[in-house]
């Protein structure tokens, strides 16, 4: 029986891009596959076209933030039996196609416990991304890296576009506390826990339409990174072992 791929996309307020994501999910033909959008309270068309397109909708009452509403999709996706999730933003950013590069990882037979596929952007950004948010984000990959390991430094902790096995997914329901550092704790996670994290090229673009609404300050954002990272080290750390 051919494995079950379940693509998550968490959104709010996208009706403006939802749609061209959607259209962009490449076929799997060796896979089962079932888009999940979670729709995080939008006031506006979100959930009724990703419905029209073909998707699974699932509503929160009202806007409880990212972090939760990964997590909300997450668990999800162990009700119905995925064997490998896909994270993906709703906003156009990454390109639904590269799919198939966050997947191939995952293919390999004699593969050693490869369970998050990160998609790294910096080589491939096609438009001004700020030399202060490559900054903060080359600051950001490098103290994580130091946190979680002094052998390897991860270029790019900060994507919103990776592949995640059903086993990590299991710790990441459990574990994962921030409201926006979910992405941060995922890595810390997956290292604490002996998985292997893999970096994938993918290309980056700008936003369709809208403007972001993640990091509104990247010097609180920085802060409240640390912290929270901190604290899932400590907490491994202390309650784990």
Request: proline share 4%; hydrophobic share 40%; aromatic share 10%.
């Amino acid at each position: 029986m051919p494995k079950k791929v379940i693509i998550i996309i968490p959104a709010y307020n996208e009706e403006r891009n939802i749609s061209w994501v959607l259209k962009k999910i490449p076929k799997l033909p060796d896979y089962l596959v079932e888009t999940l959008v979670i729709n995080d309270g939008s006031e506006d068309n979100t959930a009724l076209l990703a419905t029209k397109h073909g998707a699974i909708v699932i509503n929160n009452k009202k806007n409880i933030g990212l972090g939760q509403t990964i997590k909300k999709g997450l668990r999800e996706t162990l009700k119905r039996g995925a064997d490998i999730v896909i994270h993906l933003d709703a906003d156009g950013q990454y390109n639904p196609e590269e799919i198939k590069r966050l997947i191939k990882p995952f293919e390999k037979v004699e593969r050693e416990k490869i369970d998050l596929v990160l998609g790294t952007r910096l080589q491939n950004i096609e438009f001004n991304f700020g030399p202060m948010k490559i900054l903060g984000n080359k600051i950001i990959s490098y103290l994580i890296s130091l946190f979680i390991s002094r052998k390897s430094i991860i270029s790019d902790t900060q994507t919103g576009f990776r592949a995640i096995s059903k086993e990590l997914v299991e710790i990441f329901v459990k574990k994962l506390k921030g409201k926006y550092t979910y992405t941060q704790e995922m890595i810390i996670h997956t290292k604490l826990n002996n998985f292997k994290i893999v970096e994938v090229p993918i290309h980056f673009y700008q936003r369709r339409f809208g403007r972001s609404r993640l990091i509104k300050n990247p010097f609180i954002y920085l802060l409240r990174v640390i912290i929270i990272c901190a604290k899932t080290y400590l907490g491994y750390k202390i309650f784990e072992k």
